[in-house]
């Protein structure tokens, strides 16, 4: 099954909105990470987050983290056209740390000029 | 090169016949991963690599897949029979360790098209 599952699975902002994706995991995890994925080809990393951590920024990114939701979210702000892509979540199957990444079916943001 | 290459970059075959693809990782990068795509889809993890040897298989679809990995670089995902189900775009990544630790870096991948 899942381990994560990306939501809202289409998201349609104008540009210079925020755009926030959620994604939700089963088992606890060692860290979380955030990929993104332009027309169907290679995913390109954008953050990792570790388990104790609870909020994270890059540049126009802010990743948060409850585990005692089991959820993390990814916030866009200022949303640019370039930003159009899909988004990804990855966590690992189990707490050893030594799985592979499972990732989510992700969310198609779609950023309006 | 700099980053993990992949080829060919499209692939057309007709069913049934057997294909191979190539992944290239990054230099010193020990964790090698085979993913599958289909039109509109997440990732399908296939099978991953630490070294040479292949800890996780659980992934491939059927025996008619697999994969190997020679002196902790280049590996071939080998597809037999194709069928038309198999089409897809196959992504390959590489990190300097399994786990969820480390960043995976993702090739192009490789669109393959069964007709």
């Given amino acids: 099954s899942q381990q994560g599952e990306e939501d809202p699975q289409a998201l349609s902002i104008q540009e210079g909105e925020n755009a926030t994706m959620n994604c939700s995991y089963k088992t606890s995890i060692n860290n979380l990470q955030w990929y993104r994925q332009n027309s169907g080809r290679g995913l390109v990393h954008l953050i990792l987050i570790r388990s104790n951590e609870r909020e994270k920024h890059s540049g126009r990114l802010r990743v948060t983290l409850d585990t005692s939701k089991k959820s993390s979210s990814l916030l866009i702000t200022a949303s640019r056209a370039a930003d159009t892509a899909s988004y990804f979540c990855a966590t690992d199957l189990s707490f050893s740390g030594n799985t592979p990444l499972v990732f989510g079916k992700g969310t198609r943001l779609s950023v309006i000029a | ?115």
């Fill in chain 2, 1 to 115: 090169g700099a980053g993990v290459s992949q080829s060919p970059s499209n692939k057309v075959t007709e069913k049934g016949k057997d294909v191979e693809l190539r992944c290239d990782p990054i230099s010193g990068h020990t964790a090698l991963y085979w993913y599958r795509q289909s039109l509109g889809q997440g990732l399908e993890f296939l099978i991953y690599f630490q070294g040479n040897s292949a800890p996780d298989k659980s992934g491939l679809p059927s025996d008619r897949f697999s994969a190997e990995r020679t002196g902790g670089s280049v590996s071939t995902l080998t597809i037999q029979r194709t069928q038309q189900e198999d089409s897809a775009v196959y992504l390959c990544a590489s990190s300097l360790q399994p786990g969820v630790s480390y960043e995976q870096y993702f090739g192009p991948g490789t669109r393959l098209t069964v007709t």
